[in-house]
């Protein structure tokens, strides 16, 4: 896996973004390499908790890193399929699990804000920031954070 990053100053640009656990993601699009219905998962023995397995990405096997597990959020309802972000990071691609797909969005960094407050835990350690939206909160995800094996 890859190491962590560091807090990286806000800038402009497009976001992917995402739902989990209902609440609004976003990830750099330069980071994305590709978005993908559920793909059938090989488990891998005495990996951690957060990897969920590995997926067939045509040929290339990729690790698929569960982020509600990352982020200690509660388990998908049964029957719910995850989607797959696939990232890259470092020239390593990853897929990230994640409840469903959102559009792009361009933020300005004048928007940029700290992670709330309110958020505490893993997910507040693997956020970046925060950007208001027109009726939502963008939760800024840290990539390498996120890919990062947890400690």
């Not at 559920?38 to 990897?51: E, I, K, Y």
């Not at 797909?101 to 700290?114: K, Y």
């Amino acid at each position: 896996m890859t190491a962590p990053t560091k807090n990286a100053p806000a800038t402009s640009g497009q976001l992917a973004t995402f739902r989990l656990d209902g609440d609004l993601y976003g990830i750099e699009v330069e980071h994305v390499q590709e978005v993908l219905r559920s793909q059938g998962l090989t488990r891998v023995p005495l990996a951690p908790a957060a990897v969920a397995g590995l997926i067939n990405l045509r040929g290339q096997v990729v690790t698929a890193i569960d982020l509600r597990v990352r982020m200690a959020l509660p388990p998908r309802a049964v029957g719910a399929e995850p989607m797959n972000v696939v990232v890259r990071v470092d020239e390593e691609v990853l897929s990230l699990l994640v409840d469903s797909i959102g559009d792009v969005v361009t933020v300005d960094a004048d928007g940029f804000q700290g992670p709330p407050d309110t958020l505490t835990g893993p997910r507040r350690a693997l956020l970046r920031g925060a950007y208001p939206l027109a009726g939502a909160l963008l939760l800024v995800l840290d990539v390498g954070r996120a890919v990062a094996a947890p400690h």
